[in-house]
């Protein structure tokens, strides 16, 4: 049993609330649980003092009416600034690598096929993918190779997939192809449909989007890490001044508290 204020959250309230914090135990469900109820009753307690939602609202807590509250009273109580331009071509030229477009790659491949979850499968699956790529440092033939040993419709076409930018293809084989440099990849690469036999014919990087382009992104994002910032320490307020019996913030490794 939790007392917040003297309002009571009692153990059932709890367990309830559990089933939406996952959680690797059961202990810390439970606190994950307990902190969002203390949280919620400290918001509804201090919305009734102001006045700011009516009754029906505040003994809704479904999270859409409690991000009601919550917006209710940061608009009250809090001053959040907002990015200023300077601010944003500030982060814009701390860090130009998040503003550049996807490179582009030219790749064939030949796909020999494997379940993930099968082991003798993708051992020999490796062992051919390693005899294909001697055979191809032997001055190979890679669309005979392809069309003999691939199960990919690309086999046809001389095992040739075009130009891939990053998002096109699944992740496992994306991060292998995207940090190669052109040429032969020297060991199969694996992902969740097999072993894939890859060869990056070209590539061209990607451009630097000038900040006009990115401006109101950069603004956004900054904005958002201000407003939760604010909140989290708006929240940390109501929780200093609150009487709370049976938790403790400070033990309980709440972020909040860091």
Request: aromatic share 6%; glycine share 6%.
């Amino acid at each position: 049993m939790i007392i917040v204020n003297e309002t009571t959250i009692a153990e059932p309230a709890i367990m309830a609330e559990m089933q939406y914090h996952p959680a690797p135990d059961k202990r810390a469900a439970m606190l994950k649980a307990a902190e969002s109820l203390i949280i919620a009753e400290l918001l509804k307690q201090r919305a009734m003092a102001l006045g700011l939602a009516d009754a029906q609202q505040l003994q809704d807590h479904s999270p859409a009416s409690q991000d009601l509250v919550l917006d209710l009273l940061i608009e009250r109580e809090v001053a959040i600034p907002t990015a200023s331009g300077a601010e944003c071509l500030h982060y814009y030229q701390q860090n130009p690598q998040r503003f550049v477009t996807s490179p582009l790659i030219e790749v064939r491949h030949m796909l020999l096929p494997a379940a993930p979850d099968n082991d003798a499968e993708r051992a020999k699956a490796k062992q051919l993918a390693e005899a294909i790529l001697l055979e191809l440092n032997q001055a190979g033939d890679f669309a005979k190779l392809a069309a003999n040993y691939s199960v990919c419709s690309s086999k046809d076409n001389g095992g040739l997939l075009g130009q891939i930018s990053k998002g096109q293809t699944v992740p496992e084989f994306e991060r292998q192809v995207f940090k190669a440099t052109p040429g032969l990849i020297p060991y199969p690469v694996e992902s969740r449909f097999g072993l894939h036999v890859v060869d990056v014919l070209r590539r061209i990087e990607g451009d630097v989007l000038p900040f006009d382009a990115v401006e109101q992104r950069i603004r956004d994002y900054l904005n958002e890490k201000v407003r939760r910032k604010a909140i989290a320490h708006y929240i940390q307020n109501l929780i200093g001044q609150a009487q709370i019996e049976g938790y403790d913030f400070a033990l309980s490794g709440s972020p909040l508290m860091q």
